[in-house]
């Protein structure tokens, strides 16, 4: 079947490094993906997504990046902080009739050090 | 209410006994979603409504899950002869009307209800 997956299940760095986070998806007919990040006993809370007809959006302090072409999905966290520390997700949608139907990734561990 | 809220944070439940999760969506939003997630790993859609209409049932289990959204109530999500694996958090989430735009599709999730059953 379709699915999302992450490459690294944990990554570690350091308080001020740039962090990324990448993911695999399967499914061409994807048109919309998100990433959420997760803290310990919360829900997903939404970062940021981007549209298939994007290859970049920017947020703030966060950018994710689409690759088409090879179906990947990047997110990128500038100066990361150790509250950034959690699991993050990335999720895609093909919209229409499966809208709100997110499949998820398996999630990446980020640990920030001080 | 800004935020998706869910009862019962915790439920404890024997194995074959019944258990009711409930869900009160964000004020003004129109779909509502049900997702599993086991051991704090993947997420697996369960079901969504539109307004109290099913949207989209097809990760239900149809044999022991069932769900309701009717007006004026919070959404419910019931597991009849609960087994092992229902084991998992529950989450809900909301979401306004289908947009275009970047950001309006957004799901908010709440906080979950974690079912054990023993």
């Known amino acids: 079947g379709e699915s999302v997956g992450l490459h690294l299940p944990t990554l570690s760095v350091q308080e001020g490094d740039n962090s990324i986070i990448n993911c695999a998806y399967s499914n061409s007919a994807s048109d919309y993906f998100i990433w959420y990040k997760q803290e310990s006993g919360k829900g997903p809370q939404f970062i940021i997504d981007?549209?298939?007809?994007?290859d970049k959006r920017q947020g703030q302090r966060v950018t994710v990046l689409l690759n088409k072409t090879v179906k990947h999905l990047s997110l990128q966290i500038a100066a990361t902080q150790p509250g950034d520390s959690a699991v993050y997700f990335c999720?895609?949608?093909?919209?229409?009739?499966?809208?709100?139907?997110?499949?998820f990734g398996q999630g990446t561990i980020l640990t920030v050090h001080p | 209410g800004e935020e998706v809220a869910q009862t019962p944070k915790h439920l404890v439940r024997g194995e074959g006994q019944k258990a009711k999760l409930y869900c009160a969506p964000i004020k003004g939003h129109s779909y509502v979603f049900w997702y599993q997630q086991v051991l704090k790993n993947e997420f697996k859609f369960l079901i969504s409504?539109?307004?109290?209409?099913?949207?989209?049932e097809t990760g239900m289990p149809k044999e022991r899950f069932s769900a309701k959204c009717l007006p004026n109530s919070p959404c419910s999500l019931e597991i009849q002869a609960t087994k092992l694996e229902d084991s998992a958090v529950y989450f809900c989430?909301?979401?306004?009307?289908?947009?275009?735009?970047?950001?309006?599709?957004?799901?908010?999730f709440g906080a979950g209800s974690r079912l054990t059953v023993l």
């Open positions: 999720a895609e949608n093909a919209g229409g009739t499966s809208y709100g139907k997110l499949t």
């Open positions: 981007i549209r298939s007809n994007m």
């Open positions: 409504f539109q307004n109290e209409n099913v949207f989209d």
């Open positions: 989430a909301s979401s306004p009307r289908p947009s275009g735009r970047s950001g309006a599709n957004v799901l908010t």
